[in-house]
């Protein structure tokens, strides 16, 4: 039974079907089988939030999801809210207040915060720094990041 | 790290899960919040993960007599966010909000971490402090277990071979505390408390200062807090850990102590 087993999942509005291994995550076949880098791979084990994706409209560690495990589900990534313009306001605030240094964070930071904004609309800085508690900015940009955010639910 | 390979199965009914369950080598895959990071670090090498994600009847909260049934499967931001958890068990609707993050907590599940048994997980020590029935079901029986005998050591359960914990049920309890110490929102905690009060008086379990989660039963019967604080030395002996002495984990339990002893000790 270790052989690959058939999964098809609505990725970014498109259906696929693949043969996956089930050892392979979610990420992994977002980045590998089907190209899209956006959502990226960091720590493999839950802590550093780079692989933050959504699965059937909740964030979720694209890294602790098997990729089979998400048969019949709906996953955007980075690269259709981008597309489908529903990141724009909070992808404006990243470049407005810099929000970013080497970038490596920034997807799943705005997978995180579109997460937040969509729930608590007028998050204040507290709300912002508890919801954001599990992505990692290894530049340490979190003040810029936080900036940037707020500058979205203040309004 | 990536996994080692494993045999997949996904079974749509409990009957279908537990010939797969009692295969050498199986294992069940809930959330999968613990297990796959274990996984991708090669701390856990099973052969087939039985994974029960697609057994709907596990996944609802059921208010009941005297308290709420909550399926195996039900997430963190399920509890976080339910009005039948608030009502009847705001202990737990109290606890979801410590664990981990916002996207762990969209698929971790109650079930997973009471069958894990993590020494600084919440639902134990909840579970503990509720005193909540745990329902193990086997292809035969049924089987109804006490947190206080459920949790029997170091991620170690009595959850028998061929068994699934299917739900638990809380007693309803409005009175109560849950407070934890971490460097940072949604670490392990230093230290954490769970309390609950009633008529019949006050349960206090305090977590990730032993193997298991551990009811101070002293400090809990004691008439004042200055006598709860000296008690407390009897119900606790908190192992060290990297970053905290024995000695500090016990003072910061005090400190959680005396953040809750009013809370639970208003009249009823």
């Not at chain 2, 002495?245 to 005396?258: D, Q």
């Amino acid at each position: 039974m270790e052989h690959a087993l058939e999964a098809t999942l609505t990725v970014n509005g498109t259906k696929v079907t693949r043969r996956i291994a089930p050892r392979m995550h979610l990420v992994d076949f977002l980045r590998d089988e089907l190209g899209l880098t956006g959502s990226h791979v960091g720590c493999e084990h839950g802590v550093c939030g780079a692989c933050t994706v959504r699965v059937n409209g909740e964030i979720v560690r694209g890294c602790l999801m098997l990729a089979v495990q998400a048969d019949g589900c709906t996953v955007d990534t980075i690269e259709g809210l981008s597309d489908s313009g529903e990141m724009k306001k909070l992808q404006e605030a990243f470049h407005q207040h810099n929000a970013f240094q080497c970038g490596f964070c920034t997807p799943a930071m705005l997978m995180a915060a579109l997460d937040l904004v969509k729930k608590n609309p007028t998050a204040d800085r507290e709300a912002i720094r508890a919801h954001m508690s599990g992505n990692y900015c290894r530049c340490t940009g979190y003040q810029a990041i936080v900036d940037a955010i707020e500058s979205v639910t203040g309004k | 790290m990536k996994a080692p390979s494993f045999a997949y199965a996904k079974p749509r009914s409990l009957e279908e899960a537990f010939p797969l369950i009692e295969r050498p080598g199986a294992r069940i895959l809930a959330g999968g919040q613990s297990l796959i990071p274990s996984l991708n670090m090669r701390l856990s090498a099973p052969q087939l993960l039985v994974d029960i994600g697609g057994l709907s009847r596990l996944r609802d909260i059921s208010p009941q007599p005297g308290g709420l049934r909550i399926g195996a499967l039900v997430t963190h931001a399920e509890i976080e966010r339910s009005l039948d958890v608030k009502f009847h068990v705001p202990l737990l609707a109290a606890a979801a909000p410590h664990i981990a993050h916002p996207a762990i907590r969209n698929r971790g599940t109650l079930g997973g971490s009471l069958a894990l048994a993590d020494p600084a997980a919440e639902y134990p020590a909840c579970a503990l402090a509720l005193n909540a029935t745990l329902i193990l079901q086997s292809r035969k029986a049924e089987r109804r277990v006490s947190a206080a005998s459920f949790f029997k050591g170091l991620f170690e359960t009595d959850i028998r071979p061929g068994e699934i914990l299917v739900a638990a049920e809380f007693p309803k309890v409005e009175r109560s505390a849950f407070l934890e110490l971490t460097r940072r929102h949604g670490d392990y905690a230093i230290v954490g408390l769970a309390g609950v009060a009633d008529a019949s008086g006050k349960r206090i379990a305090f977590f990730s200062v032993d193997s298991k989660p551990v009811l101070a039963k002293h400090a809990a019967g004691a008439k004042s807090l200055e006598e709860a604080m000296k008690l407390l030395r009897q119900d606790l002996s908190p192992a060290a850990d990297l970053y905290n002495t024995s000695a500090t984990k016990l003072h910061l339990a005090g400190v959680l102590l005396s953040r809750a002893w009013n809370t639970l000790s208003k009249p009823h």
